[in-house]
């Protein structure tokens, strides 16, 4: 039995891989949190414990995560500014200097990130920082989870997930589309709970290495196949725009939807982000190396089987 810590265990992804790693291992799993101890939510998890941690100390979050005898650390800390890179770039230097700790997977979980990309999303920086630092820790083996975009979002409010919502493209619930460019790039797609049943089996096989990408992938579809299986799963045609790359490239981009806790600048900035990426092809991760073919008795859930499973029967 192996001490796996998540770092951000409380947040949407960080959740799904806790109780993935409560449901198909023994392992013992604490949640590194900045909040206080608290009890565990339910006599389910009785196996998880809860550590608060400061990610600005680093000789005491050494200290924690050896005394604890943590061997493991999966960061899914939410990774949106300086502050939280900070944290995520502390907690490597602790795990590197902690003498129990010898694997880490950065908190990442997205499209394959590299500096090319920095002009399109200057917020790549962050998970560059995490993984050149990486890189140079000779004490943790480390790699890099690449789901693509999480298939959740168009499962919404209807599918298990911890996700904050998101509308991307398509509002399913609305029945209206948004699409980036003329919906013929090609997306790959991952359910949450896939992507972290995917992650505990890398960390069972303990006697490979490890790629500097898990590249896992759920499905793989373009916007105008899963606006077909959309209508056909809600049994009725959507209204749907086509913002054009001279448009995207200009800002000029239309918001299928204001998800419930955002503004709607954020929102637009957020569907002007995810258009120039998707345009850009990000999504469309390379088939070579895959997890997939690693541990074929995995069968992640396709688009289609998703999409009927959040949206059949519904109004
Ligand atoms: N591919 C996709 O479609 C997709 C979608 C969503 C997310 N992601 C990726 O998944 C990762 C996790 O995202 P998420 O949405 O699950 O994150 P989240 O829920 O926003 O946050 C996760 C946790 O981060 C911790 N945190 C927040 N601010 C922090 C700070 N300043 N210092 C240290 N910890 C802090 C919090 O834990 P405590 O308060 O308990 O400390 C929080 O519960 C990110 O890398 C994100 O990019 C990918």
């Given at each position: 039995?192996?001490?796996i810590?998540?770092?951000?265990?409380?947040?949407?992804?960080?959740?799904?891989i806790?109780?993935t790693l409560?449901q198909e291992t023994?392992h013992?799993?604490?949640?590194?949190?900045?909040?206080?101890?608290?009890?565990?939510?339910?006599?389910?998890?009785?196996?998880?414990?809860?550590?608060?941690?400061?990610?600005?100390?680093?000789?005491?979050?050494?200290?924690?995560?050896?005394?604890?005898?943590?061997?493991?650390?999966i960061?899914?800390?939410?990774?949106?500014?300086?502050?939280?890179?900070?944290?995520?770039?502390?907690?490597?230097?602790?795990?590197?200097?902690?003498?129990?700790?010898?694997?880490?997977?950065?908190?990442?979980?997205?499209?394959?990130?590299?500096?090319?990309?920095?002009?399109?999303?200057?917020?790549?920086?962050?998970?560059?920082?995490?993984?050149?630092?990486?890189?140079?820790?000779?004490?943790?083996?480390?790699?890099?989870?690449?789901?693509?975009?999480?298939?959740?979002?168009?499962?919404?409010?209807?599918?298990?997930?911890?996700?904050?919502?998101?509308?991307?493209?398509?509002?399913?619930?609305?029945?209206?589309?948004?699409?980036?460019?003329?919906?013929?790039?090609?997306?790959?797609?991952?359910?949450?709970?896939?992507?972290a049943r995917y992650l505990v089996q890398l960390l069972d096989?303990?006697?490979?290495?490890?790629?500097?990408?898990?590249?896992?992938?759920?499905?793989?579809?373009?916007?105008?196949?899963?606006?077909?299986?959309?209508?056909?799963?809600?049994?009725?045609?959507?209204?749907?725009?086509?913002?054009?790359?001279?448009?995207?490239?200009?800002?000029?981009?239309?918001?299928?939807?204001?998800?419930?806790?955002?503004?709607?600048?954020?929102?637009?900035?957020?569907?002007?982000?995810?258009?120039?990426?998707?345009?850009?092809?990000?999504?469309?991760?390379?088939?070579?190396?895959?997890?997939?073919?690693?541990f074929?008795?995995i069968?992640?859930?396709?688009?289609?089987?998703?999409?009927?499973?959040?949206?059949?029967?519904?109004?």
């Open positions: 039995m192996a001490v810590a998540v770092a951000g265990g409380t947040g949407g992804v960080g959740k799904t806790v109780e409560v023994t013992k799993i604490i949640i590194l949190t900045r909040s206080p101890p608290r009890q565990p939510p339910s006599p389910h998890e009785n196996r998880i414990q809860h550590l608060q941690i400061n990610y600005d100390n680093i000789p005491e979050l050494e200290t924690l995560l050896t005394s604890n005898n943590i061997t493991t650390i960061s899914a800390i939410g990774i949106t500014t300086e502050e939280t890179c900070q944290a995520q770039l502390n907690l490597i230097d602790a795990a590197e200097q902690s003498p129990t700790v010898t694997r880490f997977i950065p908190s990442e979980y997205s499209f394959i990130q590299t500096e090319e990309l920095l002009p399109i999303d200057p917020s790549i920086k962050y998970w560059l920082a995490a993984a050149t630092k990486l890189q140079h820790c000779t004490s943790l083996k480390s790699t890099r989870v690449i789901p693509g975009f999480f298939m959740d979002y168009w499962g919404m409010p209807h599918a298990r997930t911890h996700l904050q919502p998101g509308v991307f493209g398509i509002d399913v619930e609305h029945c209206r589309a948004a699409i980036p460019g003329d919906g013929n790039d090609r997306l790959c797609m991952t359910y949450s709970y896939d992507m096989d303990v006697e490979e290495e490890w790629p500097e990408f898990s590249v896992v992938v759920g499905d793989a579809v373009t916007y105008n196949e899963l606006l077909g299986m959309v209508e056909e799963v809600r049994g009725r045609k959507f209204s749907v725009v086509y913002d054009s790359a001279e448009k995207i490239n200009q800002g000029q981009v239309t918001v299928p939807a204001v998800p419930p806790g955002y503004t709607e600048e954020e929102a637009h900035e957020v569907t002007q982000l995810v258009s120039r990426l998707t345009i850009a092809k990000v999504f469309d991760l390379p088939i070579e190396g895959r997890l997939n073919a690693r074929p008795d069968k992640p859930l396709r688009m289609k089987e998703f999409l009927e499973r959040a949206w059949r029967g519904r109004d």
